[in-house]
């Protein structure tokens, strides 16, 4: 249909999508095939869920048959649950570097503030647990600005004010005396709001060019 020559071993153009004629001419492939493989981390990916839930079934049996008061195996279903998406999302994931870290930190926060509900809520997963993922997640952005996508850095303001918002949720938390530590909540949420009055003081007209293009100002 499209009227181009198709060097590789493919079934369909990659352009319009329709189905090719061979000619009877074997040709070698100029390009990797990708789609092998994708296909190939596919299995290892389903062999480690399979291998993950067959786990946790084994040491959820143990557990209950030795001690049914305290359900261990709920922390370690969760190590595994966080084993399973970490592959999934960041380290096989296409995604970008922010949100491959912005994924690995709230799935890490989670686990850990579900970890200390099933020990026994002792406050510490929101009390320090969730401020430092906050932290962590100001710091990824300030070295990816940094060194990473310099020439692109203002495209981080949006992931600041992302920030600011877990933020907001956390003062929420402090005003619901929920989090019953709030000094480090506190400090983070300082740290956070200098981060974004610094980037756009610093950023200058770079910065107000982006934020008014992102919320169409």
């Not at 319009?16 to 092998?36: F, H, M, S």
């Not at 990816?144 to 907001?168: P, V």
Request: aromatic share 14%; net charge neutral.
């Amino acid at each position: 249909m499209c009227k181009v020559d198709i060097l590789d071993k493919t079934d369909k153009c990659p352009l319009c999508n329709n189905v090719l004629e061979w000619d009877g001419t074997e040709k070698e492939n100029l390009y990797p095939n990708a789609r092998v493989a994708r296909r190939k981390y596919q299995f290892l990916e389903n062999v480690f869920l399979f291998a993950s839930i067959a786990l946790w079934v084994v040491l959820f049996i143990i557990d209950y048959t030795t001690d049914p008061e305290f359900l261990w195996s709920f922390t370690a279903g969760l190590v595994i649950i966080f084993a399973n998406v970490l592959l999934r999302l960041t380290i096989l994931g296409k995604s970008s570097y922010m949100a491959k870290i912005v994924w690995t930190i709230i799935i890490g926060m989670a686990f850990l503030i579900e970890a200390d509900f099933l020990t026994g809520y002792r406050g510490w997963g929101v009390n320090f647990a969730m401020p430092t993922a906050i932290l962590m997640w100001d710091i990824a952005i300030i070295l990816l600005m940094l060194f990473i996508n310099r020439r692109n850095w203002q495209s981080y303001l949006i992931d600041q004010l992302t920030a600011l918002l877990a933020c907001g949720v956390m003062l929420i938390l402090m005003w619901l005396d929920i989090i019953t530590f709030p000094y480090y909540a506190f400090g983070v949420q300082v740290f956070t709001i200098l981060m974004f009055v610094g980037t756009v003081i610093i950023g200058d007209r770079k910065a107000r060019e982006e934020l008014k293009r992102r919320f169409h100002v």
